[in-house]
């Protein structure tokens, strides 16, 4: 059974700062690994999705890594910005279990 | 092109009462998928529907059906709603069968059980 568990839960630092958000999951059968940012009670948006194939993608001051022999993922943000706030979502999709699942989640928030 | 969109913003129920949800697909979308979101986890899958039949479910009871329509639009029903049932519904759409394919998540639906 895949599990996805994110971390921190909370992150609060201020404008400019470069930050590391953590994603692991047990099961690295895994398809693909997606990052989704959540606006307060709002849908997802995908940011970035990255094939069992790729190591990393990037997108602006985005990117996202995968290391599936350690069942882990990390979204990397430069120079935050206040606009960033919201919460992280990161999703795996495993041959084993056959459909997304998520984690539980980062909420960032950037301070100016 | 347009995106995927769902009706109602927001809904209030009591508990017992029945809802139904409703989404449509991005355009040139065939497949629809749906997730329950509760307060501060993440979404989880209910079930999907390709070609006007269910194809995957969640772990999530009968009480929860839906249908999808010839337009490739969509519903989620939820019958004899339990105080648990409150949360944030998605839907995804998506091209093709399956959970391989990209899907592309609506704004969603706040469901308020009482």
């Known amino acids: 059974k895949q599990e996805v568990t994110q971390i921190p839960a909370a992150l609060s630092v201020p404008e400019g700062e470069n930050l590391v958000l953590n994603c692991s999951f047990t099961d690295s059968a895994i398809y693909n690994l997606q990052w989704f940012r959540q606006d307060p009670g709002k849908g997802l948006t995908s940011l970035l999705l990255?094939?069992?194939?790729?190591r990393e993608q990037t997108s602006g001051r985005l990117n996202a890594s995968l290391d599936k022999s350690s069942g882990r993922s990390t979204l990397y943000i430069a120079a935050s910005q206040p606009g960033d706030s919201a919460t992280y979502l990161c999703a795996s999709l495993s041959y084993n279990t056959d459909k997304l699942i998520f984690g539980t989640g980062t909420r960032l928030q950037v301070f100016p | 092109e347009t995106g995927v969109t769902q009706s109602p913003t927001h809904l209030i129920k009591t508990r017992g009462q029945q809802v139904t949800l409703r989404c449509s697909s991005q355009?040139?979308?065939?497949?629809v998928s749906w997730y329950q979101q509760a307060l501060g986890q993440g979404p989880q899958f209910i079930f999907q529907?390709?070609?006007?039949?269910?194809?995957g479910r969640g772990n999530f009871p009968p009480r929860f059906s839906g249908l999808q329509f010839p337009n490739y639009s969509s519903e989620l029903n939820v019958n004899a709603l339990e105080l648990d049932d409150s949360a944030l519904y998605l839907c995804?759409?998506?091209?093709?069968?399956?959970?391989?394919?990209?899907?592309?998540f609506g704004p969603g639906t706040r469901l308020t059980v009482l």
């Open positions: 995804a759409s998506s091209l093709g069968a399956g959970p391989y394919n990209e899907q592309f």
């Open positions: 355009s040139g979308h065939n497949t």
């Open positions: 529907y390709y070609r006007e039949e269910e194809n």
């Open positions: 990255i094939q069992s194939s790729q």
